[in-house]
Structures are given as C-alpha cells and as structure tokens.
C-alpha cells in the first residue's frame, strides 16, 4: 500500500455531512449539522478538517473546532473517524492547533472533556495540558466535565 498524505484544510460545508458523521460516531452530546454552521460563521471560531489524499477522493477523516479571543484559546471539538482512531490523527490535529494558535499570539489554552474520557485525557496532557477544575455532572446530568488549560 502506498504512503498516504494527509492535509489539513479549512472546514467547509460540504464537508458537513461527513462532519456529522464522525461527530455522531464518538460524541455523548454530538453538535448538529447547523451548530457546525453556527460555528463556522463566527469571527472568532476556526473549524478545520483532516483529510487523506486517496486518489480523487479525499474522505474527512478528522475535525477541530476552536475560537480564539485574545491572547486565550478554547478547544471546542474534536473528533477522528473511528477506524482512524490510535493512529496520530488526533496528535496531528492538536498539533496543528497549538501551532495555529501560538502564531496568533495565543498564551492560555483551555477545554472541557467527559472525565471518563482516558483517550482524550491522555492526548491533551501530550500537549501539557494540566486539570483545572471539574463540572459535576455536565454531560447529559451524569457525566463530569474535567476542565484542563494550558499556558504557553
């Protein structure tokens, strides 16, 4: 099998439907196609994709979603399709992020994830991220929200 490039490009509505998808693969509380929307008209938000270069077509295997304001940055999604999973989709997506960022001027970096979430959990602290706080119950009244930042 040939080596396959992945690109990472700026989100676009026709990549939606495939958004959509993974979004409701790996998400307790998925965003809707018209939160992706919402998402991508706001001035201070940034919605890429990653995807693989596979002949003509180029299937969205991954997405992130972020706003910054400032000199401060929150993650708010990110998602790889599931047989991508374990293969570094997410380091590349986050490191592309932090890069994107910090050339913005960014300094704090913070998000929220299910405490239960040990994947993520572990992806997040590769990037130096450190828990700052808990919101009981935040996902679906059940589940906590474990609040982590990072400084730059």
């Known amino acids: 099998m040939e080596k396959r490039h992945s690109i990472i490009y700026k989100m676009d509505i026709k990549d939606l439907d495939e958004v959509v998808s993974i979004e409701t693969s790996a998400s307790l509380t998925p965003w809707s196609k ?6 991508m008209r706001n001035r201070f938000a940034y919605c890429f994709v990653l995807k693989i270069e596979d002949g003509s077509k180029q299937p969205v295997i991954g997405f992130i979603c972020f706003r910054n304001i400032k000199e401060e940055s929150e993650l708010l999604n990110i998602s790889v399709r599931p047989n991508y999973r374990q293969l570094g989709i997410g380091k590349k997506l986050m490191q592309f992020y932090i890069d994107f960022s910090n050339r913005r001027g960014i300094r704090t970096f913070y998000l ?4 239960s979430n040990q994947s993520a959990i572990h992806l997040y602290r590769l990037f130096s991220y450190q828990s700052s706080g808990v919101r009981k119950k935040f996902y679906q009244g ?11």
């Open 112 to 115: 929220e994830v299910n405490a």
């Open 142 to 152: 059940k589940f906590d929200a474990l609040l982590m930042m990072k400084k730059s």
């Open 34 to 39: 018209n939160m992706f929307v919402e998402e």
